[in-house]
């Protein structure tokens, strides 16, 4: 982890954070349905053996942990294929994703997602770079070694978007289920790094 976390103890009991209110602005607000956890076994803050279950009633918790080390790229590929067969079905919709602190594994993820969703390279790392607004215990910059995947240089395609579509292509996500993934996420109606015509999210009624 890049964040001020110097000593992680696991808890002896599950300790929820979010107050009474947060819980009303996620379940009635927000409507979500779906909580993806990036957070290791042993820093999640569950105890050993207890239930894992999202401490908001009604939601539904999906644990994909994996590293947040510089090269967690590599160690959650199988993990990032789970997330984008989640995101791909809209009765799991609306989701949030997690991992400890919010910027590295988190911000790993969005970046891939915004640029497979056609956000351009700017507007992503200002979006990566709100992280500074936080106490995370250090300043995230373009030249993080967390973030060699900016510009998904190492995959094939003449835009950003093409190449987050081949970098999910190659960890074993279908287009389909890539095709999928852009339908529900972006509202306008705009055409997928396939070519095919994208569906609209919500229905009309």
């Not at 602005?25 to 927000?30: A, I, K």
């Not at 999202?54 to 947040?68: E, Q, R």
């Not at 003449?158 to 389909?176: E, M, P, W, Y």
Request: hydrophobic share 35%.
């Amino acid at each position: 982890e890049s964040g001020k976390e110097v000593k992680y103890v696991e808890p002896d009991q599950v300790m929820p954070e979010i107050t009474a209110k947060g819980k009303s602005v996620v379940t009635e607000q927000l409507g979500v349905k779906t909580e993806v956890d990036f957070r290791l076994d042993n820093r999640n803050g569950y105890p050993e053996g207890a239930e894992l279950a999202s401490v908001v009633d009604g939601i539904n918790y999906v644990a994909l942990p994996f590293s947040g080390g510089s090269d967690m790229l590599d160690d959650g590929k199988e993990e990032l294929k789970q997330l984008m067969e989640l995101i791909a079905d809209k009765s799991n919709l609306p989701l949030v994703y997690h991992c400890n602190i919010g910027t590295d594994r988190t911000g790993m993820v969005s970046y891939l997602i915004g640029a497979l969703c056609g956000m351009n390279a700017h507007d992503l790392l200002v979006d990566y770079l709100f992280s500074n607004f936080g106490n995370i215990g250090d300043t995230k910059s373009p030249s993080n070694k967390y973030n060699t995947y900016f510009g998904l240089n190492d995959y094939d395609g003449d835009t950003l978007q093409q190449r987050a579509n081949d970098l999910f292509l190659k960890i074993g996500v279908s287009q389909q289920t890539i095709d999928n993934v852009i339908a529900n996420l972006v509202e306008d109606n705009v055409v997928t790094a396939s070519g095919q015509d994208k569906m609209y999210l919500y229905d009309n009624d």
